[in-house]
């Protein structure tokens, strides 16, 4: 997927998000040059340094979305954070080096799913053989010093073969003892639980395999992780490491815990690619991922901007901006994963900037953001095409779900023309809330339906013109009531 034109690219965001053309651009671009830069020669590579967006649009228009289908559409690491969590005065918890550690956490995650899809068939095979164990309780039945009285624990380590008298002379060799013969039936008898016990474990097999003992009661062992203290978690600061140190002073608490074969599977499971998977391995190649793949979304970055006052939360906010600088410059981060460089993660601001501009910004900060894409206000045609054509459409969406209660909803133009129309009325006279407007809208329209459908069983409704203005008419000729409801 890293190797996708710019082209495709913007054909794939099309599938999801209409219009802002520029915006799609540029995030095309942007990915685009990471591969380029990946493919140059090795001396180059650590001088090219990541172009950073900067997204100026009002809300709902799709900046977020427009970086968070990138990043699922290249596999990236990816996280969204809020500048405005990182104001407020007098809170030292959430440091702006966070950010970091939270898109490594991401990449371990994306990097485990990987190492686990390598994993499946080998963890599913050992599933089974636990399972197999666990229903047979072979755990007590092949223990030879409960089988044999006592005699394997006498033989143990002599590699003498089973049957072989116990040692039975103080300083007695096994040159001395080849003289003795083991007992002809207690050797027939070993055998004979061997295969009786090998051919109970195939015909288990068979019926596991079959789904014949998913009911089936079995006890397993559970290992709980140590939380951290609660009286910690608000001191602030990086609580990363302090987490780590807990975990490996406080011992890990088992217990066993009855289940069906059903449930047990998936905890089995899961235990089994924990033995599998290499820990460090995934660290390292997450730690890589998120230096050369990463993506972090900063919204609201139009909310740290100092007024010309210069006391109280505008001390904090130009605070924040000299934190950030660093950040997105490159730095070196500590995490619990290891050392994580920032010069080549990219970063995506974006902020309405309705009371401020980007001019505001701190001069350093604002060259980190050398490219700037202004995302236009959606028009009326723009809610039309937002309702019908995406995959995944409110109207396709609301479709599924009335089709769980076997009603088939059925949308003509007309009406979603009307929709389009209500939506952008309302934004026009109230606050501007984009594409979110719709699901308000939406969720008014079929408001009663959404109520009465458990007890209407089947059938077929038809939204047109005529519904929608029934519904949303007096609603949105009160200008003051609209802004209460819609």
Known sequence: MHEMTPRQIVTELD?????????????????????????????????????NILMIGPTGVGKTEIARRLANLTGAPFIKVEATKYTEVGYYGRDVESMVRELVENAIGLVREKERDKVQEEATERTNEKLIDLLLGADSESDPRQ?????????????????????????????????????????????????????NRERIRKMLLEGKMEDRKVEITVESRPTGMPMMMGIGGDLDNIQEMIEKIMPKRSQYREMTVREARTVIFEQEC?????????????????????????????????????????????????????????????????????????????????????????????????????????????????????????????????????????FEKGSVEKLAEY????????????????????????????????????GKVVIDADYVVKRLEDVTKDEDLSKFIL
């Open 147 to 199: 089988s044999h009285g006592g005699m394997g624990l006498a033989n143990q380590g002599s590699g003498f073969p089973p049957g072989f008298p116990p040692f039975v002379f103080p300083g007695m060799t096994q040159t001395d003892s080849a003289t003795w013969q083991a007992n002809p039936s207690e050797t027939q008898s070993a055998q004979e639980d061997a295969a009786r016990r090998e051919r």
């Open 274 to 410: 924990e033995k599998l998977i290499n820990k460090e391995k995934v660290d390292a190649e997450a730690v890589e991922l998120a230096e050369n793949l990463g993506i972090i979304f900063i919204d609201e970055i139009d909310k740290v901007v100092a007024s010309e006052k210069s006391s109280g939360a505008d001390v904090s906010r130009q605070g924040v901006q000299r934190d950030l600088l660093p950040i997105v410059e490159g730095t070196t981060v500590q995490t619990r994963y290891g050392y994580v460089k920032t010069d080549h993660i990219l970063f995506i601001a974006a902020g309405a900037f309705h009371r401020s501009r980007p001019s505001d910004l701190m001069p350093e900060l604002q060259g980190r953001f050398p490219i700037r894409v202004e995302l236009q206000d959606l028009t009326q045609e723009d809610f039309v095409r937002i309702l019908t054509e995406p995959k995944g459409a409110l109207t396709t969406q609301y479709a599924a779900l009335m089709a769980t209660e076997n009603i088939e909803l059925v």
């Open 423 to 458: 939506a952008f009325s309302v934004n026009q006279t109230s606050q501007n809330i984009g594409a979110r407007r719709l699901s308000t809208i939406m969720e008014r329209l079929l408001d009663e339906l959404s109520f009465d459908a458990p007890d209407m069983k089947s």
């Open 15 to 51: 599938r999801y998000i209409v219009g802002q053309t520029d915006a799609k651009r540029s995030v095309a671009i942007a990915v685009r040059n990471r591969w380029r830069r990946q493919n140059v020669v090795p001396e180059m590579q650590p001088e090219i340094a990541p172009k």
